[in-house]
């Protein structure tokens, strides 16, 4: 973030065109990210179901446009960014170490061991990143000829 504002400082100077810029690429930000929130992403504790499907939700096509109109730094940016969250997401689901369930089947309120097992080794987070939107991702990182990037984020997730 330090390079982008320095590049904004550059490009606008300091004051409200600036802002409105950096205003911008935050808000572009915001919105690709969504779609790897809880909202939209697959619950594998609810048994891998997606809370909210974002066909009706989400403007696919009107986020794509919205990214082209932005420059190609700004770009690479948003695609930097959204790339990182997921990679937070993946990580956060597989940071878990597998620990022996302290209850080892005792049939407390209907959870199992089989149960436990699956919490102790999912990690930190039970959601993962729905594939379309993973996807989507990486078509806008393909629009914005960030390949270094779709590299950097495939080599970032298979170290995870």
């Given at each position: 973030?330090?390079?982008c504002?320095?590049?904004h400082?550059?490009?606008?100077?300091?004051g409200?065109?600036r802002?409105?810029?950096?205003?911008?690429?935050?808000?572009?930000t915001?919105?690709?990210?969504?779609?790897?929130?809880?909202?939209f992403?697959?619950d594998?504790a609810?048994?891998?179901?997606?809370?909210?499907?974002?066909r009706?939700?989400?403007?696919?096509e009107?986020?794509?446009?919205?990214?082209?109109?932005?420059?190609y730094?700004?770009?690479h940016?948003?695609t930097y960014?959204?790339?990182?969250t997921v990679?937070?997401m993946?990580?956060?689901?597989?940071?878990g170490q597998?620990?022996?369930?302290?209850?080892?089947?005792?049939?407390?309120?209907g959870?199992?061991?089989?149960?436990?097992?699956?919490?102790?080794v999912?990690?930190?987070?039970?959601?993962?990143?729905?594939?379309?939107?993973?996807?989507?991702?990486?078509?806008?990182?393909?629009?914005?000829?960030?390949?270094y990037?779709?590299?950097?984020?495939?080599?970032q997730?298979?170290?995870?």
């Open positions: 973030m330090h390079d504002n320095q590049r400082v550059l490009l606008y100077g300091v409200r065109v802002d409105e810029a950096r205003h911008t690429v935050k808000k572009m915001k919105e690709v990210c969504k779609l790897f929130g809880k909202k992403s697959i594998v609810e048994g891998g179901k997606v809370k909210k499907h974002s009706g939700e989400f403007n696919f009107a986020t794509t446009a919205k990214m082209q109109a932005l420059s730094f700004d770009q940016v948003v960014q959204c790339a990182m990679i937070e993946l990580g956060s689901y597989s940071s597998y620990t022996r369930p302290r209850c080892d089947g005792c049939g407390r309120a959870v199992t061991t089989s149960h436990l097992l699956l919490l102790c999912a990690g930190s987070s039970n959601y993962l990143p729905v594939q379309e939107h993973v996807a989507f991702l990486f078509d806008l990182m393909e629009l914005a000829l960030n390949i990037g779709l590299i950097d984020f495939c080599i997730v298979q170290t995870t």
